[in-house]
């Protein structure tokens, strides 16, 4: 694929927006006002035409394999859990994979519990939207602001208005309005703008595939800024949760904040070049082939997970001297790579000592191996589950 130049020339100027001078209390600033959607002219999709029809293929495979898994994949919550990682490394928030699940079993986590928490809160708005979207509620503004309450719901996010659109002027990068990178529009004008999102979301329009909606959905988002803080992560769940709605994919694996992150400089500067020039087309062409990436990124890590399950289910059930509690909690590690005995035996519905004795067995076949080396309160883990799912975050983009 080509990369990515500069335009030379202002060739999108009709899709750029418009400068609006707000009081604040540093003094008055310039904020940006986004073009309204859908953008007048159209963006040309005859120009995005090979890589949305890579995109679209990739992504379908991925949605074909998801139907021969097991329904739902097992996986997904380490998946979502991954991509709630990524999304919030792009806020600056350094918390690993493995940091994330240990917290989530242990609440004792090596990095400060505050950013375990804050990424927690991502998976937990993630799976709420899921719910909300399979259940029939639409895509909407009301359903953006009860994520968004989620997002911030812990301690650290409760002075932000959580689930609140913001009712003061907000900017992005450095320690002034006057002295930052972006001043989003001003709070008077966040409900129409918002509003004309929400109908954009669920405009007809054909001549529109839904990758290049996904894909303006999240910039007009971006730029909009509607809330006080969670922006970012919000604006990134929102791509995905567009795709499942559509149907384009039945199950939700499809996330890009990996290839985000992977190419922030990128990413900044094209959500910055469709504010200082309106260059839509440069931005689409990068987001359709972070989609094309993505999805033979996630379709690969379904497969290889699928074949590991298979393997390790098959090498059980054929240990001597083990039950079916055995399979029982096999299958609870399939769903999250860390597991103590004690939960195992909640999720299972059996004894501890009938989990604890499970776990030896796989032990025995090092399909699972202890962490903490202590003799109560051990932590065990999945080992070749989770180097699956940290392999390959870096994409390439040759």
Not at 155 to 176: F, L, V
Not at 302 to 316: E, G, P, S, Y
Request: proline share 7%.
């Amino acid at each position: 694929m080509n990369t990515y130049q500069p335009l030379q020339h202002n060739k999108f100027s009709h899709h750029i927006g418009g400068m609006v001078e707000v009081p604040t209390v540093s003094g008055k600033v310039m904020a940006y006002l986004p073009p309204l959607l859908p953008l007048k002219p159209p963006v040309d999709i005859g120009r995005l035409a090979p890589r949305l029809e890579q995109a679209a293929y990739a992504v379908g495979q991925l949605d074909g394999i998801t139907k021969i898994l097991p329904k739902p994949p097992v996986f997904l919550h380490s998946y979502i859990a991954q991509e709630a990682v990524q999304s919030s490394q792009i806020e600056d928030i350094p918390l690993s994979l493995s940091d994330l699940l240990l917290y989530e079993i242990t609440r004792i986590p090596d990095k400060p519990s505050e950013d375990a928490e804050e990424v927690s809160t991502y998976v937990a708005a993630l799976r709420y939207g899921q719910s909300r979207i399979k259940n029939g509620f639409p895509l909407s503004q009301r359903l953006m602001r009860e994520m968004h309450g989620i997002l911030l719901s812990i301690k650290r996010g409760q002075s932000k208005a959580p689930g609140e659109y913001r009712r003061c002027q907000n900017w992005i990068g450095g320690p002034t309005p006057q002295q930052a990178k972006y001043v989003p529009p001003p709070a008077s004008h966040v409900l129409d703008l918002m509003s004309n999102l929400e109908r954009f979301i669920h405009r007809d329009d054909p001549d529109t595939p839904v990758l290049v909606q996904a894909g303006i959905l999240h910039v007009q988002f971006e730029m909009i800024h509607p809330f006080l803080d969670g922006n970012g992560r919000l604006g990134r769940l929102l791509i995905t949760l567009l795709l499942h709605e559509h149907r384009v994919l039945k199950e939700p694996l499809l996330y890009l904040s990996l290839f985000f992150n992977t190419h922030r400089q990128t990413y900044y500067a094209l959500l910055e070049r469709v504010q200082t020039h309106g260059d839509w087309q440069s931005w689409l062409e990068f987001f359709l082939d972070g989609v094309w990436r993505t999805a033979r990124h996630a379709t690969g890590v379904a497969v290889k997970l699928q074949n590991l399950f298979d393997r390790d289910q098959d090498q059980v059930r054929s240990i001597k001297g083990s039950n079916q509690s055995a399979v029982h909690v096999y299958q609870e590690f399939q769903k999250r790579p860390f597991l103590t005995a004690s939960l195992a035996a909640d999720r299972v519905g059996v004894s501890p000592p009938t989990a604890r004795k499970a776990i030896r067995h796989l032990q025995d076949v090092r399909i699972v191996r202890e962490i903490t080396g202590n003799p109560r309160n051990q932590v065990f883990v999945y080992e070749e589950y989770l180097k699956i799912l940290l392999e390959g975050t870096d994409l390439d983009m040759s």
